[in-house]
């Protein structure tokens, strides 16, 4: 066994064999927790309602859940750092939860729940564990897609005077989440998708939902490209299933790990699926860009990397236009 520390901070880290295992972080005088519940609460529709204030930081969110009418896909939370005029966080509360717009399938599925997120109840009981640090203050809003006045429930949990950890890693004071999002883009075939771009920060690639809708699921073949620090592009995956650590097009169906999951699937028309990177973060230090791609080509400078001999048939099929939906969860802090 060998021990080690992380940016400097002192928490023990504990590897064995090349696992984390725990990460020690010490309650101090300061450290204390904080919830708040909103039972039967009102939305007008197109308002922004702030739901949440807190202060008195540093801390972070560790929880949050969601239920009611007024909470179906297509309502919003939108999160504010530190007094942050334009909210670092602003999503989809399904697509938060790794579900994209198909809430008619995906009732048949519950109840489920990973440790990060689920959905434990028919039309509502969607939660996430997201960590989101502050240094100040932060302020939650909620808005309604409806178009009546509709009713929500709301819980929020957060910790305060607390080293940020997550899943075992010990990040720095000025770490801070943010969400990187594209809703219902129209993809052509073979066109890219610049998912997320940082410049100037250090990170770690957290999560990446993907909601996608077609003719046919041609467009799984297209790879997942990953730039670090201006360096050579790395390939997250061969196809999009394996991204979700699936194979075969998802041929087995909805699966819900900790990992990963596929959480929509109509087949050959619309998927939902995410992808945690915990025990196999994905850091960067000066910059990194995230790509995906409506299908995929075999040709060497643009398709993603085969070992098909130069005789095999193309196994590749056109896409057709795609509307995609894609988060990718970033946690942003300097070095």
């Keep these: 066994m060998a021990t080690m520390s992380l940016f400097g901070f002192g928490a023990l880290l504990l590897i064995c064999h090349g696992s984390i295992l725990s990460i020690a972080v010490k309650v101090t005088q300061d450290t204390r927790s904080f919830s708040s519940a909103s039972k039967g609460g009102e939305l007008q529709p197109g308002v922004e309602t702030t739901v949440s204030m807190i ?5 972070f969110i560790s929880e949050q859940w969601f239920t009611g009418p007024a909470m179906l896909p297509g309502a919003r939370v939108r999160i504010y750092v530190d007094g942050e005029p334009e909210p670092s966080i ?8 790794g579900v994209g717009d198909c809430l008619e399938q995906e009732n048949t599925n519950t109840p489920w729940g990973t440790k990060y997120f689920g959905h434990l109840a028919n039309n509502g009981g969607v939660y996430n564990k997201f960590r989101i640090p502050f240094g100040e203050s932060v302020r939650v809003t909620l808005e309604s897609r409806l178009q009546d006045v509709a009713p929500y429930w709301y819980i929020i949990r957060v910790v305060f005077g607390l080293q940020l ?9 000025s770490t801070r989440l943010r ?12 066109e890219f998708l610049d998912a997320a771009t940082v410049n100037g920060k250090s ?3 957290y999560q990446v939902t ?3 809708a077609s003719t046919s699921f041609a467009f799984l073949e297209a790879c997942f490209r990953y730039t670090v620090d201006g360096e050579s592009i790395q390939y997250l995956s061969s196809g999009t299933e394996d991204f979700f650590l699936s ?3 998802f041929n087995r169906g909805i699966y819900h790990t900790d990992s ?5 699937f109509d087949n050959n028309r619309q998927m939902s699926a995410y992808k945690f990177f915990d025990d196999d973060p994905m850091f960067f230090t000066k910059s990194m860009k995230l790509q995906w791609r409506c299908g995929e080509t075999q040709d060497p400078v643009n398709g993603c990397p085969n070992h098909f001999q130069p005789n095999m048939k193309s196994v590749f099929i056109s896409p057709g236009n795609t509307t995609t939906s894609l988060y990718a969860w970033v946690y942003e802090y300097d070095l």
């Design 90 to 97: 602003d999503a989809d509360v399904f697509m938060m939860g």
């Design 179 to 190: 969400l990187y999002r594209t809703e219902k883009r129209v993809l052509q075939p073979y």
């Design 203 to 205: 990170g770690w690639l």
């Design 247 to 249: 194979a075969y097009y």
């Design 55 to 59: 202060s008195k930081g540093p801390g």
């Design 165 to 173: 950890s997550v899943n075992g890693i010990e990040l720095p004071a």
């Design 210 to 212: 993907l909601d996608a």
């Design 260 to 264: 990963a999951g596929l959480t929509c």
